[in-house]
């Protein structure tokens, strides 16, 4: 298995582009997680999706951030217009269910100038 | 709402002594506690895991210990080496919700 796929890897982008992170999750997992890592914040939880559906997006910052996952293999997040605070490592993470243990992807480290 | 709390947040060992990190939450419907390892630059990796109908489990040289009376649980590093040098997280699971403790930064000192 190759676990949880994310692209890009790095991503450097000025402040007002848009930018698209993707993530392929672990097959037949039925949970998708979002996750932001700053020195500052730690571990947020952003957004997370239980088959396909989202359940709890209290995470999301503010409107310039949206997920979306339209099938089971797939899922982005969005972040339009892009800002230097914004700028953190990005994990996605997928698990069989709710209740079980996340399996995190590589992550995304993500640089707005 | 819910929290996890974890301590400390920095710790310094002798390679060869032992290290403990301490969670506490406040949600009493939570039954399941994993820990995660994070290496510089890497993911956060699952190292081991506690049921709440468990008090104890123990893989090689770590060991996790939970008190769901004082809701509080612990990990437990033995013979620390220096590849034990990580971020280490705790979390809280409950039916609809996981919640991360903030991290403890653990230094094995040569």
């Known amino acids: 298995d190759a676990g949880v796929i994310q692209s890009p890897r790095h991503e450097v982008t000025e402040m007002g582009q848009e930018v698209t992170l993707r993530c392929k999750p672990i097959?037949?997992?039925?949970?998708l997680f979002w996750y932001r890592q700053t020195m500052m914040r730690g571990l947020e939880l952003l957004i997370y999706?239980?088959?396909?559906?989202?359940?709890?997006d209290s995470g999301m910052p503010e409107d310039r951030f949206s997920a979306k996952m339209p099938n089971a293999s797939f899922s982005t997040l969005k972040i339009q217009p892009s800002e230097p605070r914004d700028s953190a490592v990005y994990f996605c993470?997928?698990?069989?269910?709710?209740?079980?243990?996340?399996?995190f992807g590589p992550g995304t480290r993500l640089t707005v100038t | 709402g819910e929290n996890v709390e974890q301590h400390p947040s920095t710790l310094s060992v002798q390679e060869g002594d032992s290290a403990v990190i301490k969670c506490t939450y406040s949600?009493?419907?939570?039954?399941?506690f994993p820990w995660y390892k994070q290496e510089l630059g890497k993911r956060p990796q699952l190292i081991i895991d506690?049921?709440?109908?468990?008090g104890e489990k123990k893989d090689q040289r770590i060991a996790v210990t939970l008190n769901k009376t004082a809701k509080h649980f612990s990990l437990h590093i033995t013979e620390t080496q220096p590849e034990d040098s990580a971020v280490y997280f705790c979390?809280?699971?409950?039916?609809?919700?996981?919640?991360f403790g903030k991290g403890t930064r653990l230094h094995i000192l040569p």
């Open positions: 993470a997928s698990s069989p269910g709710t209740v079980e243990v996340p399996y």
């Open positions: 097959s037949g997992h039925n949970s």
């Open positions: 999706f239980n088959n396909n559906v989202p359940i709890d």
């Open positions: 949600d009493s419907a939570s039954n399941y």
């Open positions: 506690i049921r709440s109908n468990v």
């Open positions: 979390a809280a699971i409950r039916k609809d919700k996981i919640i």
